[in-house]
């Protein structure tokens, strides 16, 4: 028993967003209406619990279309999928329904059109994460990835025409610096009309600037492949917080807590509420006394679903399989 910790304080907003729900829900409908297996190109989201609960459930993920059988059902993980995925797909005749996130398909649109205006495009973001992958691979050539304020000086486009767009799950903060020097270097370039970084990653983000000012140690649940979950403990580190990122509550460590009062807790836009819930649980095992959540921005955002899943509710799909 740890006596020291006297309440968790819980960040406001935290877990799933809108892009995330819909990707879990477009695989969850796809088993129900079609039946196991379901193809899933890359993990749904990049949390463990949930990839593996929809294995349980049928879902098969792959990296590459040739481990597709002819005629499957397959769907696009949420992070998108370059030109090159999508024209694959289509010549081998599967049926495919797209997670993208609408927020990254918003990116992938304003790529297109531009690039038929003639512009070549700065990508910030993190190389070889798919979301970056997918982006890039919208077109052929003409884009260049910058990961840090150094690689802005590497860039030589080869024309004036210049936009830039980002990964939607950087740190903002990370973002806003080497936008500013890309503004710097390149003044002529064309900025998107709104951010490039998504709105949950932003509320999350913002949430934790509060959060972790007020507490001893921070917790995030989510995933070591989950780049907003990685942003999230990277931003209370550096805002002076010791701050850890688990799985579930396995991974909570007692030594972590010893001395501290006051323990913050939030979670990746891809981490399930289930395993913040048995989170909480364990801390009130090690001796938290209190609950109490921040207040916070409240999300209200709902994307549609593909044509041919969104057009009844879950109830009547399973109940036209009984």
Not at 89 to 104: E, H, K
Not at 164 to 186: G, N, P
Request: aromatic content about 4%; hydrophobic content about 45%.
């Amino acid at each position: 028993m740890i006596s020291n910790v006297e309440e968790v304080l819980l960040a406001e907003p935290r877990g799933f967003c809108a892009g995330v729900d819909r990707a879990i829900e477009i695989v969850e409908r796809a088993l129900v209406k079609f039946g196991a297996p379901i193809y899933v190109r890359h993990e749904i989201v990049h949390n463990t619990y949930v990839v593996n609960d929809l294995k349980a459930k049928g879902a098969i993920f792959i990296e590459d279309l040739a481990d597709v059988p002819p005629g499957a059902t397959l769907v696009f993980s949420a992070h998108g999928v370059s030109k090159a995925v999508r024209q694959e797909a289509a010549r081998r005749g599967f049926q495919v329904f797209d997670a993208t996130c609408p927020l990254v398909t918003k990116v992938h649109v304003e790529v297109a059109k531009l690039a038929r205006e003639g512009y070549e495009f700065i990508m910030i973001g993190h190389k070889g994460h798919p979301e970056v992958e997918g982006t890039m691979g919208q077109l052929s050539d003409g884009i260049y990835l910058v990961e840090d304020i150094p690689d802005v000086a590497r860039v030589q486009p080869r024309t004036d025409k210049l936009a830039v767009v980002t990964q939607t799950t950087l740190s903002v903060d990370d973002a806003a610096a080497i936008l500013a020097e890309v503004k710097r270097l390149f003044p002529q370039v064309r900025e998107p009309k709104k951010q490039d970084i998504c709105y949950a990653t932003q509320n999350r983000q913002d949430a934790v600037k509060v959060l972790a000012p007020a507490v001893d140690v921070v917790i995030v649940v989510g995933s070591p492949t989950s780049s907003n979950s990685s942003r999230l403990r990277e931003l209370a580190e550096r805002l002076g917080t010791e701050a850890h990122m688990v799985e579930g509550a396995d991974d909570l460590q007692p030594a972590w807590f010893e001395g501290r009062r006051r323990v913050g807790l939030t979670a990746g836009a891809s981490a399930p509420d289930v395993l913040v819930q048995a989170v909480i649980t364990r801390l009130r095992e090690l001796g938290a006394l209190s609950i109490r959540k921040m207040d916070g921005v409240t999300e209200d955002v709902h994307f549609p679903l593909p044509r041919g899943l969104g057009d009844r509710s879950m109830s009547e799909v399973v109940s036209s399989r009984s």
